[in-house]
C-alpha cells in the first residue's frame, strides 16, 4: 500500500522534474539556451536553502525568514534562473537597457511561466507545505482542494 505522504512526496518531484523540463525546453530567444534549473528535494539541501534565506533575510527583509520556513516545509524547491549571455545583438545608440540582459530575461520568463503552466496542468500547488491542514484532515469535500 502506497501510504498518503509518499503520494504527495513522489508526486510532487515528479511535477518538478516536468516544471524543470519545461522550463529547459521553453522557447528561447534566438535559440540561445541560458536557463538553469535545480531541484532541491533532500531535507539537507532543504535546510541549506532555508538557513541562508534567514541569513539574508537580515539584508533583504523579513519574508525571506518566513519564506525560509515554508521551504523547511516543503518536499521540494524547483530553482530556476538564467546567465546574462551575449545574443550578439547591437544596442541601439540612444537605447538604455542591454539588449542581453532583456533577452535573458525574457528568456527566463518564460521559462517559469512555462512550468508554472505544468503545475497547474497537474492541479499542484505552487506554495503546498506539509504537514498543511489538508494532511491532518481524514477526508474533505473535493470543493476545499
Known amino acids: 500500500m502506497i501510504e498518503r505522504m509518499e503520494i ?16 529547459i525546453t521553453a522557447p528561447k530567444a534566438k535559440g540561445v539556451d541560458n536557463i538553469e534549473v535545480k531541484i532541491l528535494d533532500s531535507r539537507e539541501e532543504l535546510e541549506a ?54 533577452c535573458s530575461l525574457l528568456n527566463l520568463g518564460i521559462a517559469i511561466g512555462s512550468a508554472v503552466k505544468i503545475a497547474s496542468d497537474h492541479n499542484v500547488c505552487l506554495l503546498y507545505t506539509s504537514p498543511s491542514p489538508r494532511d491532518l484532515s481524514t477526508s474533505r469535500m473535493p470543493s476545499s482542494a
Open 8 to 23: 504527495i512526496k513522489d508526486t510532487i518531484r515528479l511535477v518538478a522534474e516536468l516544471m524543470a523540463s519545461s522550463a
Open 49 to 102: 536553502l532555508a538557513s541562508k534565506m534567514e541569513e539574508l533575510a537580515q539584508l533583504y527583509g523579513g519574508f525571506f525568514k518566513r519564506d525560509a520556513g515554508n521551504v523547511r516545509n516543503s518536499h521540494a524547491v524547483l530553482l530556476i534562473g538564467c546567465k546574462i549571455v551575449d545574443f550578439g545583438l547591437q544596442k541601439p545608440k540612444d537605447y538604455p537597457l542591454d539588449p542581453n540582459l532583456i
